[in-house]
């Protein structure tokens, strides 16, 4: 791979404003003092590690902009140093480059399994590093750019009424969610806030065919009372490359609506109470007493009574009487729920 890319021509020094902290990892400081002056001399603030555990401490105290790791040191190696870096998620997403004077296959293919983007060789060429570097430095800035970007756009979409979460389906893990999306969970689903609910996670797992050939499934709906909660599938987000199953990561928008409004135009229509226009909305929607108890925390003898004078109120006699007259009111105020 390093024989691959011609080093570019490079400035003399990095752009005015522009800093970056460079953390060289190296059992023997005179193998990369070239590479140290080099690197000084184009603006680079540059820190040494002689060991492995001094590197994982040093890269956590100073989160470097990138790291240059020899492959081979005693105790513990650049790959184990590299494992523990990705590991943690404050260092997880530094770049990490493997400075090695092994080329066999498998030393290679072990650089890039704990974590490396890229490798260089040894004896080390100042110049070649500096434009790896530069080409895995404005990837990250532009991985990071990327990431700030889709966070303000869900955070924006908060501030609208919906609510979005990042669901991994093989495990239903909650990799994303917003404030919002926090807050409506735990009101209509309970659970941790960790795991997306079981009904979201099937539901997902139901249309997957659905959504990898990017048709939209059919929407989800939790109902709560009066209130509900409606899930919109919206796109497979994340790098597929580490999803062996090909369930993938999946961006679903939320959004809460209520029958609050239905409530208050029954009531007016009707001169009814707020209680008893709740119990007429709910005979609209086909609920018999023992339902509409359930669902009010009463009894169905209070029920009883509250559609007796909601009967008396409307001139009617029977329960499908009521609901003919109210149900056209309640369809010009209802929006689909999906």
Known sequence: MSDALEPSPLPARLPRGEHRVVLIVDDVPDNVAPLHDALDGAGYTV????????????????????????????????FEVARRLKADPATAG???????????????????????????????????VMARMGLHLRQARQAREGALE?????????AFGYATITVRASD???????????????????????????????????????????????????????????????????DEDGDPLGQG???????????????????????????????????????????????LGASPATVKKHLERVHAKMGVETRTAAAAMAIQRVRQLEAPAG
């Open 47 to 78: 820190l040494v590690a002689l060991d492995g555990e001094s590197a994982i401490r040093r890269a956590r105290q100073a989160l470097p902009d990138v790291v240059l790791l020899d492959a081979v040191m005693p105790g513990i190696d650049g």
């Open 94 to 128: 530094i770049p990490i480059i493997f400075m090695t004077g092994l080329t066999e296959t498998e030393h290679l293919e072990a650089a890039f399994a704990a974590g490396s983007v890229d490798y260089v060789t040894k004896p080390i060429k100042p110049r070649e």
């Open 150 to 158: 889709r966070s303000q756009a869900r955070h924006a979409l908060d």
């Open 172 to 238: 239903g893990r909650l990799l994303w969610q917003t404030p919002l999306a926090r807050d409506l969970l735990r009101q209509h689903c309970g659970g941790d806030a960790v795991h997306a609910p079981e009904a979201v996670l099937q539901w997902l797992r139901r249309h997957l065919a659905e959504a990898q050939a990017l048709r939209e499934p059919p929407r989800l709906t939790i109902d709560n009372g009066p209130r509900r909660l409606t899930f919109r599938l919206h796109q497979r987000v994340g």
């Open 249 to 295: 990561d999946w961006l679903i928008v939320m959004q809460e609506s209520s029958d609050e409004s239905a409530f208050s135009a029954l009531s007016q229509a009707f001169g009814l109470t707020a209680r008893e226009a709740e119990v007429l909305y709910w005979v609209v929607k086909g609920k018999i007493n023992r339902d509409i108890a359930d669902i």
